[in-house]
């Protein structure tokens, strides 16, 4: 589904991501972990195209998009949480989602200006599939509140319903269980083996050891902008080097 190839990011001195090689298969929920500074969100901003990468090569259904603009590779299926903190505070959950939804719609200022019947019809769409998105993540009760009034748990649920906006095949998820109680953490981690039976293939960041081994298929751990290990929770688990990588660090991996 998405192959990496030896991909490096410098930013000047630093290799903050240093010839990582990695496979994620389809359909799957593949975890990226390690301690602070690793280059997990560097890798993210690589692979949804934020940052261009020095070096290596970027393989989504084995079409080359490398060098493809984040818009772009939206566009081909990889979608991305976006920080909770860029919701509309003073807007309701369902507002947030339409706008979410509108940006992806093709009306422009002379369809506004006369009230076209395109964009009736595609305000229309985009409020119908926020509603299906506002199901999926299980918000329907709370589409009146206001981000303002909502858990931190509400917050990241509307978070996951904008990152399907895009009809992503891949979804990645940049700490999704941050700031929420254990019981909270369960129902994410519920929701992403939802979207995963829903076809997606899901790649989150997470710094919560328990929710990882108890959902993931596939463990890459970096450490140093590097690939240090990969395998199943287990695997990962028992490997001495990244067991060194956590102890020597000041991470608090059972966090
Ligand atoms: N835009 C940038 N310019 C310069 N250095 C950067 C930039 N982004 C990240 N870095 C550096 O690259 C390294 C990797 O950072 P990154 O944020 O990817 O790590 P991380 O594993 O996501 O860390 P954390 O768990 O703390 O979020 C760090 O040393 C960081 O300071």
């Known amino acids: 589904m998405l192959k990496v190839e030896h991909l490096t990011k410098m930013f000047g001195g630093l290799a903050a991501v240093n010839d990582v090689s990695v496979e994620f298969g389809a359909n799957q929920i593949n975890a990226i972990i390690g301690p602070n500074g690793a280059g997990k969100s560097t890798f993210f901003n690589l692979i949804s195209g934020v940052h261009q990468p020095t070096s290596g090569r970027i393989l989504l259904e084995g079409k080359d998009v490398t060098t493809m603009r984040c818009d772009h590779v939206a566009k081909l299926g990889v979608g991305r949480t976006f920080q909770t903190t860029n919701l509309f505070e ?7 989602l339409i706008v979410g939804y509108r940006l992806r719609t093709n009306s422009g200022l002379w369809d506004v200006l006369i009230n076209s019947k395109r964009l009736q019809a595609e305000e229309k769409a985009a409020r119908e599939k ?60 519920d929701l992403m083996k939802k979207m995963v039976k829903h076809g997606l293939t899901v790649c989150l960041i997470e710094h919560k050891m328990d929710m990882i081994m108890g959902i993931a298929d596939k463990i890459m751990v970096l450490d140093h902008g590097e690939k240090i290990a990969e395998g199943t929770p287990e695997e990962v688990k028992n490997n001495p080097v990244v067991i060194e990588a956590y102890l020597g660090s000041d991470h608090d991996a059972a966090a």
Do not use: M, S, W
Request: proline share 4%; with cysteine.
């Open 90 to 96: 003073t807007a309701t959950v369902l507002d947030n």
């Open 130 to 189: 926020a509603r299906e998105a506002l199901d999926f993540v299980g918000l329907t009760y709370a589409e009146n509140r206001y981000i303002a009034d909502c858990t931190q748990e509400e917050r990241k649920r509307v978070a996951f319903a904008l990152a399907l906006a895009t009809q992503p095949k891949i979804v990645l998820l940049d700490e999704p269980a941050a700031g929420v109680n254990p019981e909270e953490t369960e129902g994410l981690a």
